[in-house]
């Protein structure tokens, strides 16, 4: 989605000052299922790494999922002992419904999870986060597949990792090098909007956050990160595996049909150089023309082929009827997709009834010039006439793009209305927040914003979590907060959690 934004330059990115500044800026999620043994030592390590390296205030966030053993007394054990740690308790299992929930919750502008095991190399915390503190990027990711990545694993995970991602490129388009890796972050007004979009609620939830965010034009910043397995990890690889692949079909089957509102999270890029205007050239033409000339040479392929197959059965009119008929179907659905970004069955009527006119224009110079050719020569050569039609398309095609752009698929701007976005809470669930968004076009989310705004006041560790969590109902815009984090208020932070989506309620498998 193009935006209006005139020209200039990025704004200096200015780091917060070392030390507390107020509202925690990143909060770390670490997710956990039965991780009695493990969670301590890994809380321990990562506050120790924070205090000593992170120049921000910060909130370590322990996600119980349903744990049968001791890791939610430890858990609050520690929030106990350290400030910067909060507790969450979720009574049924899912990493993504975990993080979901959590991030729902949180009122830090940078959000972040690793798994517990900690394979990651905290130094690369630090990079992970620093995009999206400056307003550079809206995601950002662990890689282990980068050239400069260090992983030391086994080759069965190694094969496994690789060919995972390979599905994820040839099937639903995907140019983030890792989707599995353990170490993400996200900015909050993005995770606000992306985040009800994305079904899944186990191990797939990371892959299905990526591709959406990603299909939106969202900026995904990767980190090549230091890895060692973990030999004791409890994933079950082939049930995960199973899982992931009905995921890939169920998101590549949403993509193909338009069904996802990727409008929702379209969002400005700042100074993006494609936003500039340049002179006596309309907005988008470059990107559509070299769109519609992909398009139409292969529909001009298609059309030889099928006219070749009817010109067997029947004569030149005929065929050419029949052939540019169904090649300009094909090639009125292509390019309401491909070349003008038209998303969705809304209008594909009538898209189509206006294609079939232009398709009438096109037969009309077509016909024409095969009863020219025939009034020329008694029999003529099938070469000739391939010749003749191919001239005679180039020419159709001309006049197919100009009324395609300014009659079936006409830029309307920023004329649409914008509409709101209603946000049900329920006082029984204040870390959840459930987003209902009517099938509408959404205004884009606001510009990213630095996180100076967050150094106004002094940290102080010992004030009660406020998530942003309103008790009543209000209408507010996409990308934008419905109430302050002064007017919310939290009497425990280990609370027993309802669940977020419908789907939730489903009983826990053993």
Known sequence: MR??????????????PAGDAGTPVLDVVIPVYNEEKDLQPCVLRLHEHLKRTFPYAFRITIADNASTDTTALVARTLETEIAEVRAFRLEQKGRGRALRTVWSASDAPVLAYMDVDLSTDLNALLPLVAPLISGHSDLAIGSRLARSSRVVRGPKREFISRAYNLVLRGSLQARFSDAQCGFKAIRREVAQVLLPLVED????????????????GLRIHEVPVDWVDDPDSSVHIVRTATEDLKGVWRVGRALASGSLPLDRITRPFGDDPRDREIQDVPKGLARQLVGFCVVGGLSTLFYLVLYSAFRQFGGSQVANALALLVSAVANTAANRRLTFGVRGRGGAVRHQAQGLVVFGIGLALTSGSLAALDAASSDPAHSTELAVLIAANLAATVLRFLLFRAWVFPDRGDDR???????AHTPSSPACTTQQFPQQPYAPLPRRTTANQYAGTPYTPESPYTPASPYDTTEFRAGEAAETAEQRSWRDATVRLQPVRPTDTEPRKS
């Open 3 to 16: 935006t209006d934004s005139s020209p200039g330059t990025l704004p200096a990115r200015e780091h917060l």
């Open 201 to 216: 609620t186990g191990w797939f939830f990371d892959t299905e956050m990526l591709v959406i965010a990603e299909r939106a």
């Open 417 to 423: 209305p914008r509409s709101t976005v209603v946000a």
